[in-house]
């Protein structure tokens, strides 16, 4: 398979543990923010979005939570499966006055 | 509904040829973006087309160029290839211009020897 990131920060996780990803982003103006998964051989894959008037948004399985004073973000995902290993990737924009920007990623890996 | 369609998968060349990858959105979706992913750089922005306009364009040389036509198909263009072009080129696309997901293909690859 293909690497998207040879040294990204890695979270390792027992099958049906909860798992927490995070991404800090730096840009104030930033109003609108997605993650996403990717794996190997595939193309990013939306997960959950969420706008700066919220602070949370639930999906299947999945939490977004957004704390704009510290300007940090997290997903939270229950019941971690096998076939949530992947990197996973927060991207930010402001209105679409700027395109998406990318974080760096984090290897999610689930131990069954 | 069909999703992004990038051709070709995979793509080898030589240094200092040109290439030109294409990329088909989902069904009614006129913004289109392509994105380099490379291991130590991860997700770079190229360009944002909408409505064959493009709306932003991220800091790569020249060499880079794109386009989208009127049934908002897009492709995009490197010339005089360098080692350092060496990337999965992702394109995704969008119903709007702006704060709405983008929807991704399974990219390019494209190896520069």
């Known amino acids: 398979g293909e690497s998207v990131g040879l040294h990204l920060p890695t979270l390792s996780v027992q099958e049906g543990d909860n798992s927490i990803i995070n991404c800090a982003y730096s840009?104030?103006?930033?109003?609108?923010f997605i993650w996403y998964k990717q794996e190997s051989g595939k193309g990013p894959q939306f997960i959950i979005d969420i706008r700066s008037n919220m602070d949370k948004r639930q999906g299947q399985r999945v939490t977004v939570l957004l704390n704009k004073t510290v300007k940090h973000l997290s997903l939270q995902i229950a019941a971690t499966q096998p076939g949530d290993s992947a990197v996973y990737f927060c991207?930010?924009?402001?209105?679409?006055?700027?395109?998406?920007?990318f974080g760096k990623g984090t290897r999610l890996s689930v131990i069954a | 509904k069909a999703g992004v369609t990038q051709t070709p998968r995979y793509l080898i060349k030589t240094r200092g040829q040109q290439v030109t990858l294409s990329c088909s959105p989902i069904?009614?979706?006129?913004?289109v973006s392509w994105y380099q992913q490379t291991p130590g750089q991860g997700l770079q922005f190229l360009f944002e087309?909408?409505?064959?306009?493009?709306?932003n364009k991220g800091n790569f040389p020249g060499r880079f160029s794109g386009r989208q036509f009127s049934n908002s198909r897009s492709e995009m263009n490197v010339s005089t290839l360098e080692l350092g072009d060496s990337a999965l080129y992702l394109c995704?696309?969008?119903?709007?211009?702006?704060?709405?997901?983008?929807?991704f293909g399974n990219g390019t690859r494209l190896t520069v020897t």
């Open positions: 995704a696309s969008s119903l709007e211009w702006g704060n709405s997901p983008l929807h």
């Open positions: 991207a930010e924009n402001d209105s679409g006055n700027t395109p998406l920007v």
């Open positions: 069904s009614g979706h006129r913004s």
């Open positions: 840009n104030s103006a930033s109003d609108y």
């Open positions: 087309y909408f409505s064959e306009t493009q709306r």
